[in-house]
């Protein structure tokens, strides 16, 4: 399975992303996700949300998923970016992309990353009134 993980301050060119997907012969889906700060958190309005990261830990983290991953699915490919810093209400904090042969394991590999991601992956995140 090919893997890249990107953590960044800066922001998100999903046209650049999707510029330079590759696929094999066999593969017929391919799954994006983009994760946008919204205007709340918690039910207080806010403009931004600032992320912090422990990048060692965070690489560790997402190549046990990922590694967890190839075990689960016949995904050739995941690519994944997540910013750091400040990001702004209505801008992207994450992008995903799940590329295998048949839909239902893109869905439900890239769900299951986005959920497992949230849960171990040492990434804060601090509302920015």
Known sequence: MN???????EPLDEAALLSRRTLSVGMG????FLGI?????????ISAIEYEAFEQMVT?????L????????????I??????????VNEP???VEVVAPHRGEAFA????????????????????V
Do not use: Y
Not at 60 to 64: E, R, T
């Open 109 to 128: 590999a890239c769900q299951w990353l986005i959920d497992e991601m949230k849960r171990v992956v040492p990434i804060w995140k601090k509302p920015v």
């Open 79 to 88: 690519r994944l970016v997540h910013r750091v810093g400040i990001v702004k």
């Open 29 to 32: 889906a391919v799954v994006h």
């Open 93 to 95: 904090s994450l992008w």
């Open 3 to 9: 893997r890249s993980l990107t953590i960044t301050r």
């Open 60 to 64: 560790h983290q997402f190549n046990l």
């Open 66 to 77: 990922f590694d967890e991953m190839e075990k689960r699915w016949p995904i050739e490919s």
């Open 37 to 45: 700060v919204r205007d709340r958190e918690d039910g207080k309005k």
